[in-house]
């Protein structure tokens, strides 16, 4: 994560605004497990008003990489000019225009879910009984399990991490775990 020289400012505007941010909406389907999902629109609805109101805006903005990976900084900048960005990482499931787009609003959606907190409301927990325990690249799911487990490997702090899993589906998740749980006690020791 970098930050302003200062935060004491946006500091205090993030404390207002988290307690105006309740969950994402899970209002989107997938097709093909039939569940339901917070979308990037969830996301944003979600924190946008309260971010606003306290003087904070957010920009996600995509950099080259010479690594085959998508690297989408989000930054919230405070109206005193304080600001605080993360930077997300994520391989693209394909080499082309339409994987680099998918992957992008996975990104945007997972790095605007983990630097402001937001948690996506559960769909009553029956997600993960309503498939055989296997998870495909689907529209809401594009990057396959591997390209996850990258993923967790390559994410540099707990909330990026933490915003990965957030994202994934509860079938996605149960597939994962155990890499997650690997990589979330490396940064721990590391901290």
């Known amino acids: 994560m970098k ?3 200062s935060i004491s400012k946006i500091a205090a505007a993030l404390l207002a605004a988290q307690k105006g941010i309740t969950f994402a909406s899970k209002d989107a389907t997938n097709p093909h497990f039939k569940n339901k999902y917070a979308d990037l629109g969830s996301v944003v609805d979600a924190v946008k008003p ?21 690297h989408l900084a989000t930054r919230l900048m ?23 787009g998918s ?9 605007l879910a983990a630097i402001t907190g937001v948690y996506q409301d ?5 997600a993960g009984s309503r498939t055989n325990g296997t998870t495909q690249p689907t529209d809401d799911n594009p990057a396959s399990s591997s390209d996850v ?18 994202g994934l589906s509860v079938e996605a998740q ?3 775990r155990q890499a997650f749980n690997k990589r979330m006690a490396e940064l721990k ?3």
């Open 122 to 126: 559960d769909d009553d927990g029956n």
């Open 103 to 111: 992957a992008m609003t996975y990104a945007r959606r997972y790095g």
């Open 174 to 176: 149960k597939e994962v």
């Open 149 to 166: 487990q990258i993923a967790i490997q390559d994410a540099k702090t707990v909330q990026e991490l933490v915003g990965i899993m957030n």
């Open 50 to 70: 309260a971010l606003n109101e306290a003087g904070i805006v957010f920009i996600q903005t995509a950099s080259h990489s010479d690594d085959g990976k998508l």
């Open 78 to 100: 405070h109206e005193s000019g304080e600001w605080i960005e993360d930077t997300l990482v994520m391989p693209l499931p394909k080499p082309d225009p339409q994987g680099f």
């Open 189 to 191: 020791k590391a901290a």
């Open 3 to 5: 930050t302003s020289e």
